[in-house]
């Protein structure tokens, strides 16, 4: 080898001194560590620092921060061994698989980088529906360190070999042992369970968090399959079937299919409910009801289409009541209906089930025959076990995907009896509430990390497939209980043999079928049969599936629901659901779509109560105004949380949601889990020896009640009012739209029928904002104020060409289809590497969602020109102003996605005094970083408050170090590594996903082809069940964006200031009389 | 873990000089021996040119093994078969039916290891230039290391104490003794005078006062003077050395392997992108993988001298390979090759390797300049580089803004011209028709095409969002 020059800086480091060594450990030098402690000193806090102190240490960091930039970090490059074919760096490879947690279900693709899963978006070609937050966001939970890292006994690491023979001497000695499981909907997971069942003579108890046991017993144990796409009339009653209720993220596909004006019709959605929902506040009528009378609105839909005598309901409810009777009417006998409910008690779910015979929609909407196979729990058996265990009779518990310790009613009977049972083995992946207390915790692969094959019902099965190999030292759930009935195999060997018997591993025997099915994660050969035979038959006291046969006796059931001065409605929360994605901040920080409250649970209530009660002056609550702690009582258990007034909300009725107050007993759930402070610590940590975490709200899974074994989400509560205030961190604080009417159109179908061959702009919805000019444009010969221009015509500058000039990127939005269900909004922060900001950041309005989705209600004055109510109400115009602001106690409801319109007269733009946004001849408003000064003149300027600005260092800074995943060393992988993580005082916002765009146009030239319609997709548009969102080249004419852009309906929020937006929104259309 | 069994060569770093002049004698002894050689009279240098554009890859000739036996003693090997070696280069195939002994003793012996030599396109004359070059070889005498370090070695040498501004500050100080003894002796001269006349001296002021009172006496000129000094000396200086911050033409660091690209890409004219084979597909040009380097390397085992051979053991040690057995090691650690990072473009800047390979279809010596030709480790050309090669090459565009600095980026967008007109590409086209449609369009196109070529600037190549996002 040649000379090896060798350069150095010193004698210290050519000799590799400890004083070298040590030094070059520290970043900075002693000296600038010495002055920035004395900057830290407290006098200097006081306003008396000299003005040349203050230039002395201006002068000292400003050539600090010069000498210790110079220094170029040295980086390391490693290229692959042998690189695996299928792997190109810089190019994202995407795997198709099968998201299934117990509670959501959905198709996904996996976008992986150089291995690393970073994104998961929905499998359009293959799969069914559309995929929720929940699940797209879960691509973080990969990357989660509190995860269980190996095997453990107690709290001692074992490994796999350890805890194996352990466990298998255990369970040899054991009787009476029991598997408490999720729902299994994997065909060979279930051949595994029973595998192990029947060495060991177990039993297989499914349960489910939030149940579904009421339902399948009033369908003789077939959870029913619902087509929302094909009923006209939908009525429900409470069943949030666009956010939680079933499998929600494909009744959101099938119902707004139905829900646009264009199409041959338009169904008609009735909304009965308690709790305003994601689902009733896209409903066309919503009446407000008290949990107990959800069997009384069951059986009197059912006694009037009988022709029985019906009880009646107060005006408000009668009203809708007789609508929807009327309309369920219409389409009898034509399978065009369909009537759910939420309700988990059997005996209304009995009722509902009759109706839709009754109408005839068995078969359409409704297939009761063959049923899906989720939630499958019986809370009977549930209920028989937690005895048993209690009773000391149960030898060993296997507790596979689910969490009873934390959400079953009885949790601590549940633990109680756990501490009874000898050998106590937990499958779940961290050592949760459940986990932590059983002797050994043999951690399950996270589900992007195992393969798996899924049935959701007879006639689908779909696989899973891993899209990394596993970060750690876990295990396969059913690899586990193979091993511990003697079978050797690896998981993955099990699956496939199931599949193609000829199958071994020495012959490595791949078929064509397997390989495809693997490709397009669905399982094309033969459907497998999810086996009902799971171990052996029930050996408690031979309480079988009851099934409620008996419709009079149903209706008298119902009929007869225990009331109360206080009724609460349980729910789940689009964000949490039950619970399970407590870890994951994205969730946490996303706002509810109805109260834009994020990392809390409350107490939901209507405002009028809340003037009842007295605490009228807490209803608009603000950065000072603070919302009122209650203590809620109910089954002699208390929770302590706060009210947020809820327009909508059904009077003398509150609403809690269910999957917060995870981890109450400081266990490893995840670092997100738990309330952070002011600057970053977790509350209450660290004041003493024993504090633990404080859990974010409260676990309220103990106020279920139980109907006839069936667990049921409402029940009487006592309410009592406390002196204490909190903070409550809100998105939006305001209610409706004022008035301003060109930020949300909406007309009614029968208006939208009269006048949808008008060209855009001319119906009397959808009015062209205008400007009076000379000039005859309406050539009726007079020069007057009806000659007006499109207010689009008019240009203070030299006008940009931007019509078929090369590409103009635009996005239409349609509001009738949005929901407002929040898929785009975490899937475009995901994309974007938005940063996650913490409680208290969001509570001083320092949010950084790039996308967020307006809330509007209405109010009862829709105008200031509205002047029969104003007169009515006495108000003079200022008193009306204020009064708009007031939502009604039962409002419409809007849902408006909104980010960066990307103007092509951008207000932004003009202001910046560093030019560091500006115009694109693509149509994008573009934002540079690293020209940013942080003047956040732009920000002021914009109309439409999109622009973010960036305030830490969220990368680095200690008051984010729990909750941004960018902060943790597994969690900042999920970095898309295409996006600047923008850095402490920039301004940003959407950019319409400009690195899809360019890698899109990229691909085009590559391929020698003009961009093809649908090829470039921004995140939110690819995120969205709903289909709302359309991207495309507004300067292709043959797009499907153009098209829209000219449509009836169309039209640009706030277009009369003559911003000329990119982004077009189509008018809502109601299926309303008026 | 590397298995014992397994003796690899360890890096020779140093020789003594006694051996070296040892193995000097030895081989000039050796070479001047004479051996009954077959073919005479050929051309020395044509057969130096044929054999290492046809037979340097495979065959030595200091009796070492690479792909193929050593040519070191050819001719006695040989002798008195001219025709046959003649048929043998040829053909070897077609030598080998003549069922001669030696012929088949020879093919026996080396075709399992590594297969049958390729027929050769070569005339006798060629054949005979070759055999003459291979008798009268005379290996290079290395003289000293330093000789050798052109090969390994192009860090650009550093600025040492010829720059000017030392000489200026030198001077500056000496001027300001100079002024200071000056006015110090004036001063004492004129106190002394004053003295003399009217028996006071000067009043005792210091340095800092008379200076002041004279900028006082001379305001407007001080004025003057410093406006002048700060526009056009500090003002400047300080922009300058602010932009020098952080440009790092022509750095390379030290790397793991010496790897030489001027032998790869220039003499052995592999292409880059058989090593770099996702500068077309992805925005990273790609790093080649060990496992790459010995799809050549299981073959070639030998470099051209020890320090080079030492090189390539280095990627038998990373990936487990015994060059002796010429088979993998079992069970052995593979390491991946820790490359130290040359450019880090900083994290708000896209580049994408494919736009520019792939698309513009530009050549990687636009930015890498002449990596085939000069140097050893890649790295982005320096400016110099960059020009020089402009002036050779038509295809070269001439840049000359510092490399790697936006400017250069941005100097380059406004020059390189897109052939839209064309209807090479479908997307330009499409563009292209698009803009044709509208009177706008049109007066835009018209613009475009002032200077005869529509730029990357002019079709956005200047906007923000196309590398900051």
């Not at chain 2, 070492?64 to 036996?69: F, K, Y």
């Not at chain 2, 320096?382 to 510092?402: C, G, N, P, Q, R």
Request: hydrophobic share 35%.
């Amino acid at each position: 080898m040649g000379v090896t020059k060798k350069y150095w800086t010193g004698l210290d480091e050519l000799h590799g001194t400890e004083g070298y060594k040590e030094s070059v450990q520290n970043e900075f030098t002693a000296e600038t560590q010495a002055a920035s402690e004395f900057l830290a000193e407290e006098s200097l806090d006081e306003t008396s620092t000299p003005r040349r102190d203050f230039l002395k240490f201006m002068g000292f960091s400003v050539t600090a921060a010069t000498l210790a930039a110079c220094e170029a970090p040295v980086i390391k490059s490693i290229p692959y061994i042998n690189r695996p074919a299928e792997i190109v760096p810089g190019i994202a490879n995407y795997y198709a698989s099968t998201y299934y947690d117990g509670n959501d279900y959905g198709n996904i693709l996996v976008k992986t980088r150089e291995g690393r899963p970073i994104f998961i978006k929905p499998n359009k070609d293959f799969g069914e529906g559309g995929l929720n937050a929940r699940i797209n966001s879960s691509v973080i939970s990969l990357y989660d360190e509190e995860r269980l890292r190996g095997p453990q006994m107690g709290d001692a690491a074992k490994t796999w070999s350890q805890v194996d023979s352990a466990i298998a001497g255990e369970l040899a000695s054991a009787s009476n042992i029991k598997i408490l499981s999720s729902t299994i909907i994997s065909p060979t997971a279930k051949k595994a369970v029973s595998e192990f069942a029947a060495k060991h003579n177990a039993e297989l108890i499914q349960y489910d968090a939030v149940s579904y046991s009421g339902l399948k017993k009033a369908n003789n144990g077939i959870i029913p399959k619902y087509d929302f796409s094909k009923a006209r009339t939908i009525v429900s009653i409470a069943a949030d079937f666009i956010g939680t209720w079933l499998t929600s993220n494909v009744f959101q596909t099938q119902y707004t299919k139905r829900r646009q004006p264009e199409g041959s019709w338009m169904s008609q959605h009735y909304q009965f409910e308690t709790n305003m929902s994601l689902t009733g506040s896209n409903a066309d009528y919503r009446a407000l009801i008290k949990p107990s009378d959800e069997g009384k609105i069951a059986a009197a839909i059912y006694e009037t289409l009988t022709g029985g005598t019906a009880d009646t309901f107060e005006k408000a409810i009668q009203d809708n009541l007789d609508k929807a009777v009327a309309k369920l009417r219409e389409n009898k006998d034509k399978g065009a209906s369909l009537v759910v409910t939420g309700s988990n008690d059997s005996n209304v779910q009995k009722i509902v089930a009759e109706i839709n015979k009754v109408l005839g929609n068995e078969g359409v909407t409704v297939d009761s025959s063959q049923g899906i196979n989720f939630f499958q729990g019986d809370d009977t058996k549930v209920t028989n076990l937690v005895k048993e265990m209690n009773s000391g009779k149960v030898g060993a518990l296997i507790v596979m995907g689910v969490n009873p310790a934390y959400s079953l009613a009885n949790a601590e009977e549940f633990v109680s009896g756990l501490a009874k049972v000898k050998t106590s083995i937990s499958l779940n992946k961290y050592a949760d509430e459940t986990g932590s207390k059983c002797k050994y915790m043999c951690p399950d692969n996270h589900f992007l990390e195992s393969w798996n094959d899924f049935s959701p019902y007879e006639g689908r099965t779909d696989i899973s497939q891993p899209a990394i190999n596993k970060l750690w030292s876990t295990r396969p759930a059913q690899e586990s209980l193979l091993k511990w009935a003697d079978n050797d195999m690896s998981w993955y060997n099990y699956l496939r043999t199931n599949y193609n018997s000829s199958y071994s591993e020495a012959t490595k025997h791949f078929d064509d079928s397997w390989n495809k099915a693997v490709m397009t994660g669905v399982w094309a050969g033969a459907s497998m049969e999810l086996s009902n035979n799971s171990g052996t038959e029930s050996t408690s006291e031979g309480e079988e599936t009851v099934s409620v046969n008996n419709i009079s006796a149903a209706l008298v059931a119902a009929k007869g629901a225990k009331t109360g001065d206080w009724e609460i409605k349980l729910y789940e929360k689009i964000g949490m659901g039950a619970g399970d994605h407590a870890n994951n901040p994205f969730l946490q920080e996303l706002p509810d779509p109805m109260t834009k409250v994020t990392w809390d649970n409350y107490i939901t209530m209507a405002p009028s109560d809340m003037r009842e009660l007295g605490i009228g002056d807490h209803i608009y609550l603000g950065q000072r105004t603070f919302a009122i702690k209650a203590n809620v009582t109910v089954n002699g258990k208390t929770v302590n949380l706060p009210i947020m007034p809820q327009p909508g909300q059904a009077s003398k009725t509150i609403g809690i949601a269910v999957g917060y107050g995870r981890g109450a007993g400081d266990e490893l759930i995840g670092r997100a889990a738990y309330q952070t402070g002011e600057y970053g610590d977790y509350l209450n940590a660290g004041t003493d020896e024993n504090a633990v975490r404080t859990p974010i709200g409260a676990n309220v899974f103990g106020f279920v009640s139980s109907v006839a074994g069936d667990s049921v989400y409402s029940n009487i509560a006592t309410l009592e009012l406390t002196e204490e205030e909190y903070k409550i961190a809100s998105t939006q604080m305001h209610s409706t739209v004022m008035g301003r009417d060109s930020i949300v159109k909406e007309t009614v179908l029968a208006q939208f029928e009269k006048e949808k061959n008008k060209p855009k702009g001319m119906s009397t919805y959808n009015v062209m904002p205008g400007l009076v000019v000379h000039e005859d444009t309406n050539n009726d010969g007079v020069l007057d104020g009806r000659d007006k221009s499109h207010v689009r015509n008019f240009d203070l500058w030299e006008a940009h060409s931007v019509e078929q000039v090369g590409h103009r990127w635009g996005m239409s939005i349609d509001l009738g289809s949005c929901n407002g269900c929040s898929a785009c909004v975490t899937a475009c922060h995901i994309e974007n590497n938005v940063p996650v900001v913490g409680k208290d950041e969001v509570h001083r309005h320092r949010d950084m969602h790039w996308m967020r989705i307006d809330r509007y209600y209405s109010s009862e004055i829709k105008s200031i020109n509205d002047t029969e109510t104003i007169e009515e109400k006495g108000l003079g115009v200022i008193g009306a102003y204020a009064d708009m602001e007031n939502p009604e106690d039962n409002p419409q409801t809007v849902h408006m996605p909104m980010m960066c319109q990307h103007c092509n007269h951008a207000p932004c733009e003009t202001v910046c005094p560093v030019a560091a946004t500006t115009h694109s001849n693509e149509g994008l408003n573009q934002m540079t970083y690293n020209r940013c000064i942080g003047t956040r003149y732009c920000a002021n300027n914009c109309p439409y408050k999109v622009r973010r600005f960036n305030w830490f260092n969220y990368q680095a800074y200690k008051k984010f170090k729990h909750i941004n995943v960018s902060q943790q060393e597994y969690g900042r992988m999920v970095l898309n590594p295409d996006v600047t993580v923008r850095s402490r005082g920039v301004m940003e916002k959407c950019s319409l996903c400009v690195q899809r765009i360019q890698s899109g146009k990229l691909e085009a030239k590559k391929a020698s082809t003009p961009v093809p319609d649908g090829s470039i997709q921004t995140a939110c548009a690819e995120a969205c069940p709903a289909n709302a969102i359309t991207f495309g080249d507004l300067n292709d004419k043959k797009s499907v964006v153009t098209q829209l852009s000219a449509d009836n309906r169309a039209y640009g929020a706030l277009e009369e200031i003559g911003v000329q937006p990119n982004i077009y929104y189509q008018t809502i259309v109601r299926n309303t009389e008026a | 873990m590397k298995s014992g069994n397994n003796p690899l060569p360890k890096v020779q770093n140093q020789r003594s000089k006694s051996y070296k002049l040892l193995s000097f004698f030895a081989i000039v002894f050796l070479s001047l021996q004479t051996f009954a050689t077959i073919h005479e009279g050929g051309d020395y240098d044509a057969g130096e040119s044929v054999f290492n554009n046809n037979c340097a890859t495979c065959h030595s000739l200091d009796g070492s093994v690479l792909a193929a036996p050593s040519l070191k003693g050819v001719s006695g090997r040989w002798e008195g078969k001219d025709e046959l070696i003649n048929t043998w280069i040829k053909n070897p195939k077609k030598a080998f039916a003549t069922g001669d002994a030696y012929v088949v003793g020879m093919a026996n012996k080396w075709t399992p290891q590594f297969g049958w030599m390729q027929n050769q396109a070569v005339n006798d004359e060629d054949i005979n230039n070759v055999l003459t070059y291979v008798s009268e070889y005379v290996p290079p005498v290395v003289v000293s290391s330093a000789g050798e370090k052109d090969w390994y070695n192009a860090t650009p040498e550093e600025a040492g104490a010829d720059n000017p501004i030392f000489w200026y500050l030198i001077l500056t100080v000496i001027f300001a003794i100079i002024a200071v003894a000056a006015s110090g002796a004036g001063r004492a001269i004129g106190s002394s005078i004053q003295e003399r006349e009217t028996g006071d001296g000067i009043a005792h002021t210091s340095y800092g006062d008379r200076v002041k009172s004279w900028l006082w006496d001379n305001k407007a000129f001080a004025s003057i003077l410093t406006f002048v000094i700060v526009i056009f000396f500090l003002i400047p200086w300080g922009y300058n050395l602010g932009m020098a911050i952080n440009i790092m033409e022509g750095h390379m660091p030290e790397q793991p392997i010496a790897f030489n690209h001027k032998l790869h890409a220039g003499k052995n004219g592999i292409n880059c992108e058989y090593c770099h084979n996702s500068a077309s597909k992805s925005k990273h040009a790609g790093l080649p993988e060990p496992m790459l380097c010995m799809n050549c390397h299981k073959g070639v085992k030998k470099g051209h001298n020890d320090e080079m051979t030492a090189e390539i053991q280095k990627i038998y040690d990373y990936v487990g390979f015994d060059p002796e057995a010429g088979t993998y090691i079992a069970d052995y650690d593979q390491q991946p090759i820790t490359w130290n990072k040359v450019h880090n473009l900083p994290d708000h800047v896209y580049f994408n390797h494919s736009q520019h390979v792939n698309v513009a279809g530009l050549a990687c010596q636009q930015c890498h300049g002449p990596v085939d030709q000069d140097y050893m480790l890649g790295k982005v050309a320096t400016s110099e580089e960059i020009m020089k090669l402009a002036e050779e090459d038509v295809t070269i565009i001439s840049l000359e803004k510092d490399v790697l600095t936006m400017g250069w980026c941005i100097e380059c967008h406004n020059k390189a011209g897109i052939s839209v007109m064309n209807t090479e590409n479908g997307y330009y086209q499409e563009i292209h028709d698009r803009l044709i449609e509208t009177d706008l369009g049109k007066r835009d196109l018209k613009k475009y095409l002032e200077d005869n070529v529509i730029t990357v600037k002019e079709l956005g190549g200047w906007e923000c969002s196309k590398c900051h996002y």
